[in-house]
């Protein structure tokens, strides 16, 4: 029963606790609106956000599904595998292999069910939210922030991807939760799942780290104190599992993965932190993803919480900040990243809805009806902008023209630049195109300190991607815009094989003339 988690210090007079059904009956609008908005273009190809790292795992998965089909064209299951192993190790992918298992009952690839395992693992964890949002705030606060996971236009799309980011999100909050129950009823059993949870969390991406010690170590030392922890032996129990779980990966089976990912995505751009315009550019950049008044609100309205609670937030906070300061190059370029700011926000400003529901629920009838109208007029525009992003393509299209491109293509090997990092001509077409730079990836490089002279080091810089390959393919065709060398290059040098309107493919194997420096 909802009610079973009511806070008993809320305030007595709450908008939404004064009458069960106007409760049940805008949990569940919410609720089933929220499902339905992401349930929109279901089937549709996953190309609508972060295409490389979608396709990374629908090929995973792909190839694990081979892997254990006994009835797979031995080709193919080999060409799968490949297309699997290509990618490397990142964190555990434990998301691609329910889809391969999902698959095998199924009987067949059906890629569009990964989506629906993303919008259950965002469901549960809005619903981890509401009632860890009841018992910090009120009924009030839980309701405002269950409609904040529901409705927010970047949340609604990027809790349908196939990535592990909402998998993440949704132990994490499973594991805060938890976490609080066992605060307040201090049990064995509370400790060990809230350890599990947390664990797994960190385990299916480790980022989550940064959130979660922050936020449960304030709120420990402000609820209980340093002593009445460190002599706490269920919390030992809860930090052991929380640490164990995600350590038999990293640190045992892919030892060093970690320590080559900072030395590639943080160490090198850490000197960014020293620029004011950095700090400006994630502003900008977190402001276009949620929105300025939805961030300075959610801000404010940590202050509205209870003084252990409130040192909860400010950890959840902190921890998203440093996460952001671990990896600068990252969290103002890959909007993903920004994914578990969006929990915080929600569970933030149910502060100021504990706060502000109360006075408008003793208001007049009219004000309660205007409450009632903007906040659907609010929910009803957020669905609109997040319906413009589900169905701003036509991606059934885009996934036909990889397949039919690499139909058209000749054997060999192939080396270009293609959309998100060649990925979904792998997925969707069946061909390996290894990664040529693109030019935002030499502007990155360059920021992390790696300068490239292609008026003497063109070459040296083009055969280290292109020795022992057959052809250049390129359908970016702004790249060749945008690196002139590269342009100079593969059109005084090389042979045309094909070229339309979105493609253009270059014959590596026979040069025009002779090539410097051969």
């Given at each position: 029963?909802i009610?079973?988690?009511?806070?008993?210090?809320a305030?007595?007079?709450?908008?939404?606790g004064r009458?069960?059904?106007?409760?049940?009956?805008?949990v569940?609008?919410?609720?089933?609106?929220?499902?339905?908005?992401?349930?929109?273009?279901?089937?549709?190809?996953?190309?609508?956000?972060?295409?490389w790292?979608q396709?990374r795992?629908?090929?995973?998965?792909?190839?694990?599904?081979?892997?254990?089909?006994?009835?797979?064209?031995?080709?193919?299951?080999?060409?799968?595998?490949y297309?699997e192993?290509?990618?490397?190790?990142l964190?555990?992918?434990?998301?691609?292999?329910?889809?391969?298992?999902?698959?095998?009952?199924?009987?067949?690839?059906?890629?569009?069910?990964?989506?629906?395992?993303?919008?259950?693992f965002w469901?549960v964890?809005?619903?981890?939210?509401?009632?860890?949002?009841?018992k910090?705030t009120?009924?009030?606060?839980?309701?405002?922030?269950?409609?904040?996971q529901?409705?927010?236009?970047?949340?609604?799309?990027?809790?349908?991807?196939?990535m592990?980011?909402?998998?993440?999100?949704?132990?994490?909050w499973?594991?805060?939760?938890?976490f609080?129950?066992?605060?307040?009823?201090?049990?064995?059993?509370?400790?060990?799942?809230?350890?599990?949870?947390?664990?797994?969390?960190i385990?299916?991406?480790?980022f989550?780290?940064?959130?979660?010690i922050?936020?449960?170590?304030?709120?420990?030392?402000?609820?209980?104190?340093?002593?009445?922890?460190?002599k706490?032996?269920q919390?030992?129990?809860m930090?052991?599992?929380?640490g164990?779980?995600?350590?038999?990966?990293?640190?045992?089976?892919?030892?060093g993965?970690?320590?080559?990912y900072?030395?590639?995505?943080?160490?090198?751009?850490?000197?960014?932190?020293?620029d004011p315009?950095?700090y400006?550019r994630?502003?900008?950049?977190?402001?276009?993803?949620f929105n300025?008044?939805?961030?300075?609100?959610?801000?404010?309205?940590?202050?509205?919480?209870?003084?252990a609670?409130?040192?909860?937030?400010?950890?959840?906070?902190?921890?998203?900040?440093?996460?952001?300061?671990?990896?600068?190059?990252?969290?103002?370029?890959?909007?993903?990243?920004?994914l578990p700011l969006?929990?915080i926000?929600?569970?933030?400003?149910?502060?100021l809805a504990?706060?502000l529901?109360?006075?408008?629920?003793?208001?007049?009838?009219?004000?309660?009806?205007?409450f009632?109208?903007?906040?659907?007029?609010?929910?009803g525009?957020?669905?609109?902008?997040?319906?413009?992003d589900?169905?701003g393509?036509d991606?059934?299209a885009q996934?036909?023209?990889w397949?039919?491109?690499?139909n058209q293509?000749?054997d060999?090997?192939?080396?270009?630049?293609l959309?998100?990092?060649?990925?979904p001509?792998?997925?969707?077409?069946?061909?390996?195109?290894?990664?040529?730079?693109?030019?935002?990836?030499?502007d990155?490089?360059?920021?992390g300190?790696?300068?490239?002279n292609f008026?003497?080091?063109?070459?040296?810089?083009?055969k280290?991607?292109?020795?022992?390959?057959?052809?250049?393919?390129i359908?970016?065709?702004?790249?060749?815009?945008?690196q002139?060398y590269?342009h100079?290059?593969?059109?005084?040098?090389?042979?045309?094989?094909k070229?339309?309107?979105?493609?253009?493919?270059?014959?590596?194997?026979?040069p025009?003339?002779?090539?410097?420096?051969?």
């Open positions: 029963m009610a079973a988690d009511a806070n008993d210090e305030p007595a007079p709450t908008f939404f009458s069960r059904l106007l409760l049940i009956v805008t569940l609008v919410i609720l089933i609106g929220g499902i339905a908005l992401r349930l929109t273009n279901l089937t549709a190809p996953p190309l609508d956000v972060h295409g790292r396709m795992s629908a090929s995973i998965a792909r190839g694990m599904y081979y892997d254990t089909s006994p009835s797979a064209d031995p080709t193919m299951k080999e060409q799968a595998h297309l192993v290509v990618f490397g190790q964190e555990p992918p434990l998301f691609e292999r329910l889809v391969a298992e999902t698959y095998g009952l199924l009987g067949s690839e059906v890629l569009w069910v990964s989506r629906l395992y993303s919008i259950i469901l964890a809005s619903l981890a939210v509401f009632f860890l949002a009841w910090v009120s009924v009030d606060g839980a309701v405002t922030a269950l409609a904040l529901m409705f927010l236009p970047f949340g609604v799309t990027f809790s349908r991807v196939f592990p980011e909402p998998l993440y999100i949704m132990w994490m499973l594991g805060i939760y938890v609080y129950r066992w605060v307040e009823t201090p049990k064995w059993k509370f400790a060990a799942m809230a350890g599990v949870f947390i664990g797994i969390s385990l299916v991406k480790v989550a780290a940064f959130m979660l922050p936020g449960v170590a304030l709120y420990l030392l402000a609820k209980l104190g340093l002593r009445q922890v460190v706490n032996r919390f030992y129990l930090a052991g599992l929380a164990i779980i995600p350590a038999i990966y990293y640190i045992f089976l892919i030892p993965a970690s320590g080559n900072l030395e590639t995505w943080s160490l090198p751009y850490l000197h960014l932190l020293k315009a950095f400006l994630w502003w900008h950049w977190l402001s276009g993803l300025p008044v939805v961030l300075i609100l959610a801000a404010i309205s940590v202050a509205f919480f209870r003084k609670e409130r040192w909860l937030m400010v950890g959840l906070w902190a921890g998203f900040f440093i996460f952001g300061m671990i990896l600068p190059s990252l969290i103002t370029s890959h909007s993903y990243y920004s969006e929990p926000l929600s569970l933030s400003l149910a502060g504990a706060v529901l109360p006075k408008i629920a003793q208001s007049g009838k009219a004000w309660q009806v205007v009632l109208g903007l906040a659907l007029l609010s929910a525009d957020a669905a609109v902008a997040a319906r413009k589900i169905n393509a991606y059934a996934a036909a023209f397949k039919d491109l690499s293509l000749p060999g090997k192939y080396v270009g630049l959309a998100d990092y060649n990925a001509m792998g997925y969707y077409g069946w061909r390996f195109v290894a990664q040529y730079p693109y030019s935002y990836d030499l990155m490089a360059k920021m300190g790696k300068e490239f008026s003497t080091q063109a070459w040296e810089f083009f280290s991607y292109t020795d022992g390959m057959d052809y250049f393919l359908t970016e065709l702004t790249e060749l815009t945008a002139p590269l100079d290059i593969l059109f005084d040098y090389y042979p045309v094989v070229q339309t309107q979105d493609y253009v493919l270059f014959d590596l194997r026979h025009l003339k002779p090539i410097p420096g051969s």
